[in-house]
Every structure is written in C-alpha cells, then in structure tokens.
C-alpha cells in the first residue's frame, strides 16, 4: 500500500467514530484531507453533521462538498476534531503545523471535547523533534523575536537553526492569520512541556506546533492494518 492508501485507512476508520448530529472540527493536511472528502460522501447521502474547519483550504474543500459549516463563535464547544500529525509519540503528544495551519488547529482541538489524530505509521517517533518544529510569529520585530525564541528553545535543553518559512516562489509564507512561521530544525526535544512552556512566554510568538495534552487517542495505519493508540472510541 502507498502512503496515501494508508491516510486513506485511517480516515476511514475516524469516520466510524462520527455519529449523527455531532459537531466536528475539521483538520487540516493530506490526511484530514481524505477524512473530508469521505464524510462528504455521507453527507451526500443524508449523513447530518455541523462542523468548524482549521483552515480556509479545508473550507473551501467542506463547503465545495456540501457540509454543513459553522465557526468557533457560533459554535463553541465541538464534540470531536479529527486531524492529522507530522509527528506523534507514545505519550500522544503531538508535532503539527506542517501544513501552516497550527494556530487554528490548536483553537479547534481546544474546543473540543475529544481530538483524535489519524496518520500513516510513519509519523510515530519515540522522541518528537525530527520534524522541524512550527513555531507562528507575528511579522513585526521578526529578527528580535527569532532571538528570542532561539533563547527560549536553548534555556528548554535544545538547540538548531531556525529557518523562516518560505512558499515555493521563495516569497514568505504568510498563514490564514497574517503571521509568520520560523521552523525550529532541532532533531530531537527530549522535554516537550519545558519547551513548550518556554515558547508560550516570548512575546511575538502566537502559537507554537506542540500539542501537548490535546489529543485523546491516534489512529495510525500501516502494512500491518491500523494501530490504536490511546482512547479512540
């Protein structure tokens, strides 16, 4: 099977957790993706369902498939997010952010009474850290917030360059939220809450792509069938 098969797999495994007149969050990636598009297939079919997507490309992608749509302000409290994870470990503690999407992705899981995390087998790591890690600025005061945050990150035990992240024109990447992203390339952080702690202090900072605490059980599929971890039903 490809990896795509696999996000496939786990998507259609989170959507048998989704029951009639749930509020749902919406992820956003390549996973969350399919996730989508096979719970516009039931709607399609008289599946009813009011959700709250992380992002404009994810609701663009629920709205163009007809599901219903809502926003955290209409509907504060969701009953299950279903995302995806550029890494996960044993703890269930989380790397997102990948696809840029990290501060509403964490906004929705946090409204959320449950947040479970589909993913190929390829994102379980034993120590977070390989996935260079997303860490949301504002634009201004960039270079004194970079020096902070390399402050922040060397006082929490890790070190690594710091890079801002660029689109594939070379032109700064700019989030739904009109910031910026400094990817922290650090290969391993052997204390994900200490630095975690460290980065929600920094002024500048509006989010970072840990997520710790949030996510309730991960549904990972390989070539071996699917992995549970956690509490999924």
């Keep these: 099977m490809t990896a795509d098969d696999l996000k496939k797999l786990a ?3 989170a959507l048998e957790l989704v029951r009639p007149g749930m509020r749902l969050g919406l992820g956003t990636g390549s996973t969350a993706k399919h996730f989508v598009d096979l719970l516009g297939l039931r709607v399609a079919a008289g599946f009813e369902v009011l959700c709250v997507s992380t ?3 994810t609701q663009a992608q629920a709205v163009a498939l007809g599901i219903p749509m809502s926003t955290l302000d209409e509907t504060p409290e969701l009953d299950l997010t279903i995302d995806g994870a550029d890494e996960v470990d044993p ?3 989380l790397i997102k952010g990948g696809g840029a999407a990290l501060l509403r992705e964490k906004i929705v899981a946090a409204a959320s009474a449950r947040m479970i995390v589909i993913a190929d087998d390829g994102k379980l790591v034993q120590t977070l850290g390989r996935f260079p890690l997303p860490i949301e ?3 201004f005061g960039l270079e004194a917030t970079r020096r902070a945050v ?3 990150i060397a006082a929490a035990g890790s070190a690594g360059r710091l890079s801002l992240r660029q689109r594939a024109d070379g032109t700064t990447l700019v989030t739904d939220g009109g910031h910026y992203i400094l990817d922290a390339h650090l290969g391993t952080i052997e204390r994900p809450e200490l630095l975690a702690q460290s980065l929600n202090v920094v002024p500048g900072v509006v989010e970072h792509g ?3 605490g949030l996510a ?3 549904i ?3 070539a071996d069938g699917l992995r549970l971890l956690g509490k999924i039903e």
Excluded: H, K, M, N
Aim: no cysteine; net charge positive; glycine share 8%.
């Design 11 to 13: 998507a259609a495994r």
């Design 55 to 57: 992002s404009e490309a």
């Design 91 to 93: 703890q269930l503690r």
């Design 137 to 139: 600025v504002v634009p």
């Design 150 to 152: 390399a402050a922040a």
């Design 210 to 212: 840990l997520f710790i």
């Design 216 to 218: 309730s059980g991960a």
């Design 220 to 222: 990972l599929a390989g």
